[in-house]
């Protein structure tokens, strides 16, 4: 259906070479003493100052999602899927008030994931392996959300052939997977810290230039906004109800507001998020950075409306419906049929980096998980650090496999309900980690078993969830109370009533309180950086344990 | 390691960066203030001029709450320390 136009794919292979000389050169970049410390591979010497930070961590949450799920939800629904703008505008102030202590305690104590400060604090191992497993299992259908985000892209411009042979089919996202693998396994945290700025250009120049160019060409804003208004005033054969509306109407705000809060809540507890904050070298480099970030989103409310752009081009409705109803070929559709063919490739490359960025970082924290919770916690406590880079080299391999698998396996109608499942899980650290930055209150068995209960009941439900023409994990918001909200939510308030409940009770019974290594004062504490930064000065790092 | 002095700011400081927090969530989080069509702002609805504009009020009160909160870098740190690129 879609004829390769040879000179967007020439431009698409450039930038991917292009970003694959950076990766295996950032092994080179800011180099350490001891490349084969954890704390080098998998958190870039913990040395990036604001500037780097502000990529990092923007590379990390703008992602696929951004640029093809949301927008595709946009399409389909139109102001619903408005959420996530609210969701990246709340974010940052949530964020502004814990992360600082993290960075602080996980800085004094050597802490290098959420697990290992989860197990130190409450001096459970259990409640550590819970976190760890939680961000492993969260972090798989995140990675998998960026395949399918590089997957329309390719289908768009006619590079994935339409074999029905999978393997036939899949073979250039692969390939592109496997040069992605390739530098991570060298050059850790600092190849997408490196490539980040690429992408960050890429996107910046795409999404401005749409916003400018593509409105004047297909009638202006008022059209844009009057095409989808009549549109999602139109019944829906299938369900007999409205395709959506452009306002969110009152049955809806509850979903929007608990999607946006739960999405927010979630961000910062996810591995990849955490590796970010880790990486920075001061305390004040977070905060200052969570008062820049914002510029994120403003640009993912701008991509949000391409979702509407793609709706008024009569075009691009005719190539999704033949692409079997996929919403998620709206943007890329959008670029190919708006752009001259040289800017789509542009365009193109912006969304595919976009997603390799943040799939390198996942796969990264992931494996500090792994070697941190798994392999040094239970496998071989006395591992050297080289012996730590290793094994946490090879995780970030099979992290890779296992999201390829993911993604090739699932149905991908709405990518988007890939990370909102991912966020039902991860939601359900929050008491364990954020919470327990302020308070020891909770009995760490009190927090496991909460813990148990609201994963256990966020999976059901979403898997009784019907939606977008599968009958199970269909959607994310269900009814509860009368309302219909994000899952997420809903289990995250069972699971603080199950932990406070039991707390009460396991007191009461002098269940054993966990010992806690840290002190009050590691949670205020900004350590001088070791002067990495400066190489040639260089002074023998001193080993953070 | 050296340890700078753990910060301890005065409670009308804190209680300023939490209001200010309060207020940039809530403007987000309470969607029945901004789930409306008029005013429109041009071609655009209520709804989206709002929560586009929300995005830079929210960047200029976490870049305050960010001051409020600086602490002083140790003197040894030199004064260009924490700023722009490290390379």
């Not at chain 1, 502000?54 to 951004?66: R, S």
């Not at chain 2, 870098?73 to 320390?81: I, K, L, M, V």
Request: hydrophobic share 55%; with cysteine.
């Amino acid at each position: 259906m879609n004829h390769l136009n040879a000179v967007t794919f020439v431009i698409l292979v450039t930038s991917f070479l292009i970003v694959t000389l950076i990766g295996f050169a950032s092994a080179r970049w800011r180099p350490a003493e001891d490349p084969m410390q954890l704390t080098e591979w998998g958190l870039g010497g913990r040395g990036f100052g604001t500037f780097i930070s502000w990529f990092l961590l923007g590379g990390d949450l703008y992602t696929a999602y951004t640029f093809i799920a949301v927008p595709a939800l946009v399409y389909a629904t139109g102001a619903a899927g408005f959420y996530a703008l609210s969701y990246t505008i709340m974010v940052f102030p949530i964020v502004f008030i814990f992360a600082p202590r993290l960075w602080s305690v996980a800085r004094v104590r050597g802490y290098v994931t959420l697990g290992e400060f989860v197990r130190g604090r409450h001096g459970s191992q259990g409640l550590g392996l819970a976190v760890m497993v939680t961000g492993i299992l969260a972090t798989m259908p995140y990675i998998a959300l960026q395949l399918v985000g590089i997957e329309s892209v390719l289908t768009v411009t006619g590079i994935g052939s339409t074999s029905g042979n999978v393997l036939v089919r899949d073979l250039p996202l692969i390939i592109a997977f496997g040069v992605l693998s390739a530098y991570t396994f060298l050059a850790g945290l600092r190849a997408p810290a490196l490539i980040a700025f690429v992408k960050d250009i890429l996107i910046y120049v795409t999404v401005i230039v749409a916003i400018l160019y593509i409105p004047g060409r297909i009638g202006g804003w008022a059209h844009i906004f009057s095409v989808a208004s009549t549109h999602f005033k139109t019944v829906n054969p299938a369900t007999g109800k409205p395709f959506g509306s452009i306002v969110v109407l009152p049955a809806g705000e509850w979903a929007y507001a608990s999607l946006a809060l739960g999405s927010a809540l979630a961000l910062f507890v996810y591995p990849h998020a955490v590796t970010g904050v880790f990486a920075a070298k001061r305390r004040d480099v977070i905060r200052r950075n969570l008062a820049m970030l914002p510029a994120y989103s403003l640009i993912l409310g701008l991509i949000a409306l391409f979702g509407y752009m793609a709706r008024a081009v009569p075009a691009v409705n005719a190539g999704v419906k033949a692409g079997g109803g996929n919403s998620q070929l709206s943007v890329p559709l959008l670029f190919a049929r708006m752009f001259p063919s040289w800017f789509a490739g542009i365009a193109d490359s912006a969304i595919v980096i976009g997603a390799l960025v943040p799939a390198a970082i996942m796969s990264i924290a992931a494996a500090n998980l792994f070697t941190r919770n798994i392999y040094k916690e239970l496998l071989k406590p006395d591992a050297t650090p080289a012996q730590e880079t290793r094994v946490a080299r090879l995780a970030s391999l099979f992290m890779k496999v296992g999201a390829l698998g993911f993604a090739l396996a699932l149905n991908k109608t709405f990518s988007i309900n890939l990370q909102l499942l991912g966020g039902i899980w991860i939601l359900q650290t929050l008491p364990a980690t954020v919470l327990s930055l302020y308070t020891r209150w909770f009995h760490r068995f009190a927090l496991i078993a909460g813990w148990a209960v609201a994963m256990a009941y966020g999976t059901v439900q979403a898997y009784r969830t019907p939606g977008g023409g599968q009958a199970h994990f269909g959607a994310s918001a269900a009814p509860v109370f009368g309302h219909v909200i994000y899952i997420a939510v809903a289990a995250l308030v069972l699971n603080l009533v199950v932990s406070a409940v039991l707390t009460l009770v396991f007191r009461k019974v002098g269940l054993q309180d966990g010992y806690d290594e840290t002190r009050p004062a590691d949670y205020t504490a900004d350590p001088v950086p070791v002067p990495t930064a400066a190489a040639k000065t260089r002074t023998p790092a001193i080993p953070p344990r | 390691m050296a340890h700078s002095a753990p910060s301890r700011k005065r409670p009308a400081t804190l209680g300023t960066v939490a209001v200010l927090l309060i207020v940039a969530i809530i403007g987000a989080l309470w969607v029945p203030i901004y789930a409306r069509s008029t005013p429109k702002l041009g071609p655009f609805p209520f709804f989206y001029w709002y929560q586009l504009i929300l995005v830079p009020v929210v960047a200029v009160l976490s870049w305050i709450c960010f001051l409020l909160l600086k602490t002083r870098p140790t003197p040894d740190a030199g004064p260009g320390d924490g700023g722009g690129a490290q390379k």
